[in-house]
Structures are given as structure tokens and as C-alpha cells.
């Protein structure tokens, strides 16, 4: 990180790059907001964050005492998880509009693809996904000229559309791959194909660039050029020339291309292209530009969508309950002002910060401190005094979004002395979540709720008792902050990291397809301890597909199953 301390007017400014995550970086910013807190004059003071998506506790404790004291203080925040953190808590930001979403794509009348070493299976990827639609797809890939080529043949098995090794002035039809034949010069013009002995461009023939200059005049901007992996510089001016006519074009990330990343990162240095994606994104973009404007993130489309989500930002919702998600892609898009699938795509796919906001909203996070009180009541009478007989209790929290859930568990054991033996993790997909709940602080406005949901838990004592409050947040108290262990998990493509007395996952699956409440079922049901609990949401409603699994009620009404003796995984 670094910081700079700068004055305009009468307004102190300090701007803070980097992510802040080690300590020598935090205890820099903290000594400028100190050395403000000790000032006399009130003057404004702004503080502009330009990386960090979160910031730890004691740097947001810091803040809110400036508020608190009334001093003039603004926080510009140029990442949207940070705006949201802060805003959550009531303190004044200022959100930097970020990236603006690119122009929207003219009709895609043909795609032209080309690739080098390595590019063979990727070409398959894109090809398979490729909706038919009045399209034309043009692709070149070096090989020898006396080697026979069977792209046309292995394209052909994966996809509906026509694909053909062309012959010299065959007319141009849309739903048709046109594959450039080995020792010859693929082109287009006025509606035919041209195959040509010229000499070799760039060492290669059939040439990228030649097929790519030659579409650019053909389609204009009614095109759009991936560049895959490959060696050499060949495709590169070729990008250039599409995008002169202002086609779209897209380059491989060179990061998923090994020692194949030459062609790639030449295209990237000319700086010739629009965006830079992994396959799978490019694959998801090109499927729905092909599928028309106004296409929906529905079906194959929603599939391939997640998929590249999956490989671009290892942020898997692949196994979600479709309909939740196609209702809050289709939302977003609208916040975007994209209503075009593919102009979404490309926009969350090559801008970080719009995936930050993605991320964050898309994402279920409905929680709160002992929330469902009728459950933590049968797990203080029942479930947590049959467990006390084990010297070393772990429990998980499994799905805890920002771990009001994983703190209430906490709370509970101290009242019964559990505490000191017990290991308490708390995982989520959403790593954002994670940091949030790893501070420990949360909005002032839950303690109303909190107070009445831990009475109703049956609690003894008062629920103020274990945060810090002032007028704008809570902070849960550190014995409990250090007592859960957050770490990020996928219950759907993670597996089994340690055997529990008690697993709590409550009102998480309904927003998995039934395929997946059941891989979920079956991970909980290998996690638990023969003599341990599983606790559900009431909205899960997951009683049969439970007992497939070995899994039983443990009481009528409580969503508390436990391994049937025998069962599948007892």
C-alpha cells in the first residue's frame, strides 16, 4: 500500500492504493486517521480508497469514531464492496461511478476465429456452444500443409450448423463454419469464398490475418474476432483491421495458454481489441451475441454464462435454482441499462468492478442474529447438552453469509460453557461475505431484532452483553470474534474437510436445483459425526430427499435430523 497526505483548499486528503492486507499497511492508515483525531481545527478531511474492497475493523472503528465526533469527514470509495461495506454501517461515502459498461454490440451477422498452437480445443469449446442463429463462423488454425486436417470433421460432431472444408468461390451461407484448408489463403468478399495459393503471411498459410482483414471488409462491424493461443504474431494485425472497422474483438487471457501465450500476448501489446477473457468466457459472450440482442440469460445460455463465471472469477452458482438466478441477472441488466445478454456479459466478464456489484447483489445473504429462535431453543435444551459429553466439540456453519449465524452459535456455547472445547467454522461461497463477517461488525439497526430473537432463543441473559454498540454499529466482542474460523467452501464442488458433532445449514438449499440439494445432502451426511446433528432452515423443506441420505428427524417440527443407525453413511 501507499498512502499520500495531500491538502486542496481547506480540505486534507489522504489516497489510499493498494488492499490494505498486511499490518504494516493498516497501522499506516490508522496513524493518519489518529493524527486527524488529535486536530483542534475540525477541518474537512477526505479520505479516497482506491482498491481495497473491505476494510478491517479496527480501520472502520476508526472511521466511525471521526463521525461520531462530529468531524467533517468523507470517504470516497472507488470499489463498489467497499461503498456497500461502509454504507451498510451508516457511515457518509461517496461512490465513484465505476467503469462505464461498453457501447452496445451491433447485429452479429459472422464470427471469425483464429488460433495457433494449442487453440484446437478451444476452438471446440466455442464452436459447441454456439446457438444456430443467421450466423456465419470463419476459422483459421495454422497447420502444416501436408498434414490432412480434421477440424471440419471435429467440429462437426459438436455443433448444428453446417461445416465445411470450402471450395474456391463457394457462395457464403449463414448457419455454416467455413474452415480454411490447409496451404491456402481463406478470404471473403461480395457474398464468396476465395481460397488462394499467395505467398505465406507472417510464416503461416492459411494466415489469420488474412481471413481477419478480409471479414473485417466484408462484415465491418457487424463481426466479432477471437484471437486464441498460438505462437508467432500472426491474427495480430488482423485485430487491428476489425477493429478499424469497429467489429469487437477478443483476445484469450495468455495466462490459460502455457507456453502458447506468444500470440496472445502480442495482440495485448499492440493493444488492438476490446477484451480479455479465459475460453470459457469467450465461449459464454459469443453464444449470446450470436443469439441476437435481446437475447435472456435463460437456458444454454445461462449455463455457459455461469461456466465462464466459474473459470474467470472461481465464483461457482452453477448449482443454483435457476429461476432466482434468472430473475436477478435480468435485474441487474437493467441497473446496467444492458438489456442485451451478451452486452452483460462482456461487460461483467472484462470489468473486475462490475463483477464486484454482480457479486454482491446476486448473492442471498438474508440473515441475522439468532434468526429462527425456535431452533437455537432446541439446540440449548436438546441438541448442545447431549453433545457436552465430547471433550473437543466442531461445528459448522455452513453457508453463513456474513456470520450473524456462526456468532449467535458462539454465544450460545458461552452461556454453556462450551466455548473453550469447541472448533466453530464458518464457510461461504462469498468470499465479500467472509470479510464482513471476519470483522465482526454489523449495522446498528439489527439490535432491535437481535435483542428480541436471543430471549425468544431462551437466552438468560442480555444480548448487549456480547457486542460493543455505539450510535452507528455493533461490534460483536473480540473473545467471540476469535472463537469462529471463516474460510471460504463451495458445499457443491468442495468435498468433506472435517467430521462434526453439529452442522447448521439453514434456508440455503432452496436456492439449489434439486440436483444439487442433494450432492449438498449427501457432503453433510459423509461431514457428520455418527452421534451428531444436522440442522436445516424451515424453509428448506427437505424431509424425503433428507432420507435418502441416512438422515432422519430428529424431532417433529425442528428441521434437526440426525444419521439413521444402519443408514447409508452411518
Known amino acids: 500500500m501507499s498512502t499520500a497526505l495531500l491538502s486542496a483548499g481547506q480540505t486534507n486528503r489522504v489516497g489510499v492504493l493498494g488492499r490494505l492486507t498486511s499490518a504494516a499497511e493498516q497501522a499506516e492508515l490508522l496513524s493518519l486517521l489518529a493524527a486527524y483525531e488529535a486536530k483542534a481545527d475540525g477541518e474537512p478531511f477526505e479520505v479516497d480508497v482506491y482498491d481495497a474492497e473491505t476494510l478491517p475493523a479496527p480501520l472502520v472503528e476508526a472511521l466511525v469514531r471521526l463521525v461520531d465526533l462530529g468531524r467533517r469527514l468523507t470517504i470516497v470509495a472507488y470499489r463498489p464492496l467497499l461503498a456497500h461495506c461502509l454504507m451498510r454501517l451508516g457511515l457518509p461515502v461517496r461512490q465513484v461511478a465505476g467503469p462505464r459498461p461498453p457501447a452496445p454490440l451491433a447485429r452479429c451477422r459472422a464470427l471469425v476465429v483464429g488460433g495457433s498452437a494449442q487453440s484446437l480445443d478451444k476452438m471446440l469449446q466455442i464452436v459447441n456452444g454456439l446457438p444456430v442463429g443467421e450466423t456465419t463462423v470463419f476459422v483459421a488454425q495454422h497447420v502444416r500443409e501436408d498434414q490432412i486436417s480434421l477440424l471440419d470433421r471435429l467440429l462437426q460432431v459438436r455443433t448444428d450448423y453446417r461445416v465445411v472444408m470450402p471450395q474456391h468461390l463457394m457462395a457464403v451461407e449463414t448457419s455454416t463454419i467455413y474452415v480454411a484448408p490447409p496451404g491456402r489463403h481463406l478470404k471473403v468478399a461480395h457474398g464468396l469464398v476465395y ?14 490475418d488474412v481471413l481477419f482483414e478480409s471479414v473485417a471488409g466484408e462484415y465491418r462491424e457487424q463481426c466479432l474476432g477471437v484471437l486464441l493461443c498460438g505462437f508467432g504474431n500472426d491474427g495480430v494485425a488482423g485485430c487491428a483491421a476489425l477493429k478499424e472497422v469497429g467489429a469487437c474483438v477478443v483476445v484469450e487471457d495468455g495466462d490459460e495458454c502455457g507456453a502458447a501465450r506468444v500470440l496472445p500476448d502480442a495482440a495485448w501489446a499492440a493493444g488492438r481489441f476490446d477484451h480479455v477473457m479465459k475460453c470459457a468466457g469467450i465461449a459464454s459472450f459469443v453464444a449470446a451475441a450470436i443469439a441476437g440482442l435481446q437475447a435472456a440469460p435463460t437456458g444454454r445460455l445461462l449455463d455457459l454464462f455461469l461456466e465462464a463465471l466459474w473459470r474467470q472469477y472461481d465464483y461457482d452458482l452453477r448449482g443454483y435454482q435457476r429461476d432466482s438466478l434468472e430473475r436477478r441477472l435480468k435485474n441487474l441488466m437493467g441497473q446496467f441499462g444492458l438489456p442485451g445478454f451478451a452486452d452483460f456479459q462482456r461487460a461483467v466478464l472484462s470489468q473486475r468492478p462490475l463483477f464486484e456489484r454482480l457479486a454482491a447483489e446476486i448473492s442471498v445473504g438474508v440473515t441475522g442474529f439468532f434468526r429462527h429462535p425456535e431452533q437455537f431453543r432446541l439446540l440449548r435444551d436438546d441438541v448442545l447438552p447431549y453433545l457436552a459429553s465430547f471433550p473437543v466439540l466442531k461445528i459448522w456453519s455452513a453457508g453463513c453469509a456474513t456470520g450473524e449465524e456462526a456468532f449467535s452459535l458462539a454465544i450460545l456455547l458461552d452461556e454453556l460453557g462450551l466455548l473453550p472445547r469447541t472448533r466453530l467454522f464458518a464457510t461461504d461461497l462469498n468470499a465479500y461475505y467472509l470479510d464482513l463477517g471476519k470483522s465482526g461488525l454489523f449495522p446498528v439497526a439489527s439490535l432491535a431484532d437481535s435483542r428480541r430473537d436471543y430471549l425468544a432463543s431462551g437466552g438468560p441473559g442480555c444480548f448487549d452483553d456480547y457486542v460493543e454498540h455505539n450510535g452507528r454499529c455493533l461490534k460483536v466482542r473480540e473473545r467471540l470474534r ?28 432452496i436456492y439449489f436445483d434439486v440436483e444439487n440439494q442433494r450432492k449438498a445432502l449427501a457432503l453433510f451426511a459423509r461431514s457428520l459425526h455418527p452421534d451428531g446433528f444436522l440442522v436445516l432452515g424451515p424453509r428448506d423443506g427437505l424431509i424425503h430427499m433428507a432420507s435418502e441420505h441416512g438422515l432422519v428427524p430428529h424431532s417433529t417440527g425442528g428441521h434437526i435430523y440426525r444419521l439413521r443407525r444402519g443408514g447409508a453413511y452411518a
Open 195 to 208: 481460397l488462394t495459393r499467395d505467398g505465406k503471411v507472417n510464416h503461416a498459410r492459411p494466415s489469420i
Open 482 to 509: 476469535q472463537s469462529v474460523l471463516f474460510h471460504r467452501h463451495s458445499l457443491l464442488s468442495e468435498g468433506v474437510f472435517n467430521e462434526f458433532q453439529l452442522i447448521v445449514c439453514r434456508n440455503v438449499m
